[in-house]
């Protein structure tokens, strides 16, 4: 299991005239209809089974870009991404979640979008249930969830699909301190199972504490891959 | 062709189950639920038979009723506008999946699309009545139905990969589409016989796949002569270029789906 990006860029297309009342008086006066916007700029980086990752940059700087295109969601515009393992994307919790299903129809139409078979749904279904604490309400439509006990469900299905690479995006800031620190305790012992975790927060102590690793991104520059406190210190200069 | 079943295949317990959401989740929270499935095609029809057959009266061959051959063209044109507006729009109530998650987005397109075969199935019980009730007596061709229906689900396919792609990009797509639809309507032989059609109009005809396609479903269920074997060999190879097309330059978009949802 590994990730490796080899001069990655990514570029989108900004299309800044959505519609046609827009765009026929800018193509009038000569103007290009958008513009390329570089959110990922020559990314190298060479990630080894065992890695925990924190990703660190401000607001905008290409995180999530740089998750996205680890997930396969997205495809670079230059260079070579490689991806060996099964990922488990937990970008968003309950990315896939219907409001009308039960939490029961919910988890096994989260599980096979994952790309879970039903049987190995059934396998762990007790586990996503009881680590979620939804037992009692695994038969009612999600929309009557709060959204504590949505998210809960979220994680609870993302963690107990199979998986070597797992992709966060600030997704401990959610949930009661007790749910945090379940989830907390998980991550530690995905960590200690050797898996690859991505991990992008704001919160530094948590990166420095969890990761061994830490990337700077800034404006879709790779300033610094290496040791963690490193990243951390020069995220703080920035 | 191939990477697309190899897809489904990889895929099915996916596709079931995005396809159950979809049936599932549409008539939540209504007293009659799954039975406007069947009701609004029946009025839909009602209305349209009432119209012309009482007001414009239109001459329909097979010796039937005109609400029973009305119904029969109905249908499938239902299937066919349903399925590709659902569709098209599943690509941009899917967007929480396609920015998160991969995998092939083929599968949201044909789950959008089972569905809606889901709900042609329901609606033609009522057809099967009116057969019944009427005594119409059905050709032996019959069993070439399925088949038809199938080339149409695939230039159905075809063209949601390519209108769905499209309209990630401007949503003039969606709208656009109901103004074709309803030209295309009248241009196809629903509420109408194809025999109306004046000669040196026919070619129009022949070259709109979903006419034949309709005009041979009719066939098989009704008898009346031959199959035009010559049309529907057109209508067979334009709906598979149609599928094939339609799945490559959706193939070829895909990657940028989730930069422009």
Request: with cysteine; glycine share 6%; net charge positive.
């Amino acid at each position: 299991m590994k990730i490796i990006f080899e001069n990655v860029t990514k570029h989108f297309f900004k299309q800044e005239d959505r519609t046609l009342k827009e765009l026929i008086p800018s193509l009038l006066k000569g103007l290009k209809p958008g513009e390329f916007i570089n959110a990922l700029k020559d990314i190298n980086l060479n990630i080894q089974k065992g890695d925990t990752v924190g990703v660190l940059g401000r607001n905008g700087a290409g995180k999530s870009t740089f998750l996205k295109v680890i997930a396969g969601v997205t495809k670079p515009t230059k260079g070579k991404v490689i991806v060996e393992g099964k990922i488990a994307p937990l970008i968003e919790l309950g990315a896939g979640f219907h409001p009308q299903l039960t939490g029961r129809e919910n988890i096994y139409l989260n599980g096979s979008i994952f790309g879970l078979s039903k049987k190995e749904i059934d396998e762990v279904f007790d586990d996503i249930v009881a680590f979620a604490d939804l037992k009692k309400f695994i038969d009612t439509p999600v929309k009557h969830y709060s959204s504590g006990m949505y998210m809960r469900l979220g994680f609870s299905v993302a963690v107990h699909v199979p998986f070597d690479i797992l992709l966060t995006d600030e997704i401990l800031a959610v949930g009661d301190t007790e749910f945090q620190e379940k989830c907390i305790k998980k991550m530690i012992s995905f960590k200690k199972e050797g898996k690859i975790i991505i991990f992008v927060s704001h919160a530094l102590e948590t990166v420095a504490a969890f990761c061994n690793k830490g990337l700077l991104i800034d404006k879709g520059n790779q300033i610094f891959y290496g040791d963690v406190k490193e990243a951390i210190n020069r995220y703080k200069n920035l | 062709m191939f990477t697309f079943f190899r897809n489904l295949y990889v895929h099915r317990y996916l596709l079931y189950n995005l396809t159950a959401r979809e049936i599932k989740s549409r008539y939540k929270q209504s007293i009659l639920g799954y039975f406007w499935v069947i009701l609004n095609p029946l009025f839909q029809m009602l209305v349209l038979a009432f119209v012309f057959s009482f007001f414009i009266k239109i001459p329909v061959a097979f010796n039937i009723p005109y609400s029973v051959f009305l119904y029969s063209g109905l249908l499938s044109w239902n299937l066919f506008v349903y399925s590709i507006t659902s569709a098209t729009n599943s690509l941009i109530e899917n967007e929480a999946l396609i920015k998160k998650v991969y995998f092939p987005r083929e599968i949201i397109i044909v789950s959008s699309v089972v569905a809606k075969i889901y709900d042609f199935l329901l609606a033609s019980t009522v057809f099967l009545g009116f057969l019944f009730y009427y005594h119409v007596n059905i050709s032996s061709l019959v069993i070439l139905y399925p088949v038809i229906l199938i080339v149409q689900i695939f230039f159905s396919l075809g063209l949601s990969f390519i209108l769905s792609a499209f309209n990630l990009f401007y949503r003039d797509v969606q709208y656009l589409m109901n103004s074709i639809f309803l030209v295309w309507f009248y241009l196809t032989p629903i509420l109408y016989p194809i025999e109306l059609v004046p000669e040196k109009y026919k070619f129009v005809y022949q070259l709109n796949p979903m006419s034949v396609l309709i005009n041979a479903q009719r066939r098989t269920i009704f008898g009346g002569g031959d199959l035009n074997y010559t049309s529907l060999f057109i209508a067979i190879i334009l709906s598979l270029v149609v599928f094939q097309i339609g799945y490559m330059i959706f193939k070829k978009l895909e990657g940028l789906f989730a930069d422009v949802v």
